[in-house]
């Protein structure tokens, strides 16, 4: 790759990654690979989307970057500290024993760096940040919709300030109107805390409107990539055209 390392926030170098199967207490597994010789970078600054459908190994690849599985050939580079991450299941990714306002602190209160008064004053101006309004900072999840839990999700992700996020599938459990406004604080959000995003969807209209490229995932492999209008205009193959065919 020629690309500039200060122009990144991640390289992902041939990598490819699995898991072990079967046998008993250790023995006998069989190694599964689901990635196959991934190689990308995201840009300071970009949306990067990842589509493909479900069972190709996004989310190993997600699981991989995060630190969560080691590579068995490859290497990926954080030009940044290790990305956060937003969840697809908005309802198990937060504690019901808690309000919206404990969620979001509790990073800041495991991290220690800072005192009771610096906590309020983050978490404050994070959950009005992600557009949660004050009467619905004491609020538990059951008490919550389905949009304000994921804005909370956000709010904990970003509040130790990151600089690049792995959202898999952060929409899709959302209706079509909540869809569009998350996706809208999602670009507000890059703009105004210098975010970089990798976006995983199956949902090749959700990504159009989002990311600036886009890369094709097949069977744990990048079949395609390019800008959206490049791949969405004129897609090279032809399982990426059939996935544009199933998402009109």
């Given at each position: 790759?020629?690309?500039?390392?200060?122009?990144?926030?991640?390289?992902?170098?041939?990598?490819?990654?699995?898991?072990?199967?079967?046998?008993?207490?250790?023995?006998?597994?069989k190694y599964k690979e689901v990635i196959h010789d991934v190689d990308f970078v995201v840009h300071y600054g970009e949306i990067l989307g990842l589509v493909g459908e479900s069972g190709t190994g996004k989310s190993?690849?997600?699981?991989?970057?995060?630190?969560?599985?080691?590579p068995t050939k490859g290497e990926i580079v954080h030009y940044t500290k290790r990305p956060q991450m937003i969840f697809q299941d908005f309802h198990?990714?937060?504690?019901?024993?808690?309000?919206?306002?404990?969620?979001?602190?509790?990073?800041l209160r495991i991290f220690g760096k800072y005192d009771a008064e610096e906590r309020e004053r983050r978490v404050r101006e994070m959950l009005t940040r992600v557009g949660l309004q004050e009467e619905f900072f004491a609020s538990k999840p059951d008490e919550l919709s389905g949009g304000q839990k994921q804005r909370v999700n956000i709010a904990a992700a970003l509040i130790?300030?990151?600089?690049?996020?792995?959202?898999?599938?952060?929409?899709?459990?959302?209706?079509?109107?909540?869809?569009?406004?998350?996706?809208?604080?999602l670009k507000q959000l890059r703009n105004e805390l210098d975010l970089s995003?990798?976006?995983?969807?199956?949902?090749?209209?959700?990504?159009?409107q989002l990311c600036d490229?886009?890369?094709?995932?097949?069977?744990?492999?990048?079949?395609?990539?390019?800008t959206v209008e490049e791949v969405y205009n004129n897609p090279k193959e032809e399982y990426t055209r059939n996935l544009l065919e199933a998402s009109k």
């Open positions: 790759m020629t690309e500039e390392n200060n122009n990144l926030v991640l390289e992902v170098k041939h990598v490819s990654a699995g898991y072990k199967r079967g046998g008993f207490f250790g023995y006998g597994q190993t690849l997600a699981k991989t970057i995060l630190g969560l599985m080691e198990s990714s937060l504690n019901p024993a808690y309000s919206a306002w404990w969620s979001v602190e509790e990073p130790r300030r990151p600089r690049f996020i792995i959202a898999d599938e952060p929409v899709s459990a959302l209706d079509v109107t909540i869809q569009a406004q998350i996706l809208k604080l995003y990798l976006f995983i969807s199956h949902d090749l209209n959700v990504v159009y490229r886009v890369l094709v995932m097949k069977d744990g492999r990048i079949v395609e990539q390019g």
